[in-house]
């Protein structure tokens, strides 16, 4: 078995659309709604999948892949599951599909300035800041802090990178 079935993680379907914009809901001020993921799961770019735990959906993740890129679009977890490692988890499998799907090694996300635990995951993924959208985030005007990681290779392959915060 692979990296994904190992962690019980699947594509997300149509029907998973409810939970996921729940899981948005209850992690994030700006939360796509059920509608918008439903779109996501018939996108021909876009990748999304969810973590199963005790019959619920503990956590999801998704991208985008195009031009040879691909970017991160969200991943989240629900609140009675985080501080478990599947963040990470979620991450790496977005990684490693991008990497067995379609041969993609470089990868980018937004993320507020004031999202510290999400930047240090993402730092330990090899992720590095190299640039900002200014007043990205219409809830509050806040700044998006853009990573790339160039090449995800090691951290599909359970690399950990040090933080400095």
């Given at each position: 078995?692979?990296?994904?079935?190992?962690?019980?993680?699947?594509?997300?379907?149509?029907?998973?659309?409810?939970?996921?914009?729940?899981?948005?809901?209850?992690?994030?001020?700006?939360?796509?709604?059920?509608?918008?993921?439903?779109?996501?799961?018939?996108?021909?770019?876009?990748?999304?999948?969810?973590?199963?735990?005790?019959?619920?959906?503990?956590?999801?993740?998704?991208?985008?892949?195009?031009?040879?890129?691909?970017?991160?679009?969200?991943?989240?977890?629900?609140?009675?599951?985080r501080?478990?490692?599947?963040?990470?988890?979620?991450?790496?499998?977005?990684?490693?599909?991008?990497?067995?799907?379609?041969?993609?090694?470089?990868?980018?996300?937004?993320?507020?300035?004031?999202?510290?635990?999400?930047r240090?995951?993402?730092?330990?993924?090899?992720?590095?800041?190299?640039?900002?959208?200014?007043?990205?985030?219409?809830d509050?005007?806040?700044?998006?802090?853009?990573?790339?990681?160039?090449?995800?290779?090691?951290?599909?392959n359970?690399?950990?990178?040090?933080?400095?915060?």
């Amino acid at each position: 078995m692979g990296f994904l079935e190992d962690n019980g993680i699947r594509r997300m379907r149509l029907e998973d659309a409810e939970e996921a914009a729940e899981i948005d809901r209850l992690s994030f001020a700006l939360p796509w709604s059920a509608g918008s993921y439903a779109q996501e799961t018939k996108n021909p770019v876009a990748w999304y999948y969810v973590l199963e735990r005790d019959g619920l959906i503990a956590a999801m993740s998704g991208m985008w892949l195009i031009l040879g890129e691909g970017q991160i679009t969200t991943i989240a977890v629900r609140p009675e599951y985080r501080r478990q490692g599947l963040g990470r988890i979620m991450l790496r499998a977005m990684l490693t599909v991008a990497y067995e799907e379609l041969n993609v090694t470089e990868m980018s996300l937004e993320v507020r300035p004031s999202n510290m635990p999400a930047r240090n995951l993402y730092r330990s993924m090899g992720f590095v800041e190299e640039g900002r959208r200014r007043r990205y985030y219409e809830d509050n005007g806040e700044d998006a802090i853009i990573m790339w990681n160039h090449d995800t290779l090691p951290a599909i392959n359970g690399e950990l990178y040090p933080t400095t915060d």
